[in-house]
């Protein structure tokens, strides 16, 4: 059973930025495009982006320039780098497979107010 586990949400205020990690226990890992989900209260959840096993990464338009997906296979991490960071990306977030297929893990609370 793959697990999944988002870390490194916090309370920042407009402008700012955390990165955020997720720990998979998957064997298969290295293999897998692995993406950032996001869920606003109210909203469905959204993906915000890929990355690849060659680290290849495509963004939603509205994290585009401002968000960074990177991974290291060998850990079986993921990391989501978010700067200028706006209200409107509170969400709690979520690392999951490109299309979701992994079990969802509890996800890490982000909050941008002043």
């Known amino acids: 059973q793959v697990q999944l586990v988002e870390s490194g949400g916090g309370l920042v205020q407009p402008g700012g930025s955390l990165r955020l990690s997720c720990a998979a226990s998957?064997?298969?890992?290295?293999?897998?495009?692995m993406g950032w989900y996001r869920q606003a209260p109210g909203k469905q959840r959204e993906l915000v982006g890929t990355?690849?096993?060659?680290?290849?990464?495509n963004y939603s338009d509205s994290v585009k320039g401002r968000f960074t997906i990177s991974r290291d296979n060998a850990k079986k991490m993921v990391y989501l780098q978010m700067n200028s960071l706006k209200p409107e990306d509170t969400a709690v977030y979520y690392c999951?497979?490109?299309?979701?297929?992994?079990?969802w893990g509890q996800g890490t609370q982000v909050t941008v107010s002043s």
């Open positions: 990355i690849t096993s060659g680290h290849s990464t």
């Open positions: 998957t064997n298969i890992f290295r293999f897998v495009v």
């Open positions: 999951n497979s490109g299309s979701g297929t992994f079990p």
